[in-house]
């Protein structure tokens, strides 16, 4: 007897959800998965390829607008260069003592800078003796190219020098126009005597006398003689040498660069003097409140008195005066 009435007939039906209630079924159909069907491959249009843009070299230093090589020479020296209103604002911040050590700190810096940008042509011919082609290899190795290096180590020395005597960055109060007006007119007059010593080199390898020599900073006028350069000792001892052992037309530059330094270094004791001085009176000021306060032993103890006199005073004579006696410009006293 067969037994197939117990599993519903031994045929088996296509569709497993046919027992199931409908409400089930229901539920399952509404669960169902749609069917997978891929998206449609993009439509490709025949277009010429496009090179792509190069990015911006960005191998170039960068160099402050005030740089008078915006190609990215010097990049080194101007590391450090903090632009005027960026130094305006953090003196605010500054005492002022703190002040007058950073003024000189950034003008020596300020004037080496200037100094490497004037020379930019003399090392031009130093590096390229030094590296570029055979020839100037094997020069490299006989003599180390002793002439160009000469050349560029004095440009650097007398460039400064200028500099310093037409008192670049010696003024807070200038404009930076103004400071390369002066940075202009001292590689005008380091050229100017580079051409006379051209003419004096000229003239005594033709036999012909030496040119008349004339003022570097008054050329409508003689140049100083040695005897009437009388310097005190205080501005003797800044010069790089002797006056006697320069040749007769650096000495009136020295001595105007040595001047010009003694007025930078006395308007910095004048600033000094008065920014202590003005300290000096806020401590005692400060010093007066504690006694009345807390009595005179631990007013004292904590703000000590101040000292009498900051720094002493120069009585000699002011360069001012110094060089009106050398040059006979103006009013002497």
Known sequence: MSLSWLWGGTKKSDDLTASLDPDLKSVLNDTKSAPYSPAPAPHVTDHPATAPVPAASTDTPTVPKESLFQDGRYAHLWKTYVPLADSQLSATTQSPVSRIVAQKKERTAAISR???????????????????????????????????????????????????????????????EEEEKIQMH????????????????????????????????????????????????????????????????????????????RQFADSRADNFFAATTSMNEDRTRRQAWLIKAFGEPIGKFLIPDAPDDPIPHDTGPTAEELERQIWKTGPQK
């Not at 350069?229 to 790089?240: E, Q, Y």
């Open 114 to 176: 200037a100094a490497f940008e004037n020379c930019a042509f003399e090392e031009e011919l130093q590096l390229k003796c030094l590296g570029l082609g055979a020839g100037g290899a094997v020069r490299s190795k006989l003599n180390v190219c002793r002439d160009e290096t000469k050349s560029y180590n004095r440009c650097l020395q007398l460039q400064s020098r200028f500099l310093q005597a037409l008192g670049y960055m010696s003024d807070l109060r200038s404009t930076e």
């Open 186 to 261: 001292a590689d005008k007059l380091y050229h100017r005597m580079m051409d006379y010593e051209a003419d004096v080199d000229e003239a005594q390898r033709n036999g012909r006398p030496i040119p008349p020599l004339t003022s570097l900073f008054y050329p409508d006028r003689a140049p100083p003689s040695l005897e009437d350069i009388n310097l005190p000792p205080t501005v003797t001892s800044k010069l790089p040498s002797p006056l006697e052992n320069l040749p007769p037309h650096e000495r009136e530059l020295a001595a105007k660069a040595a001047l010009a330094e």
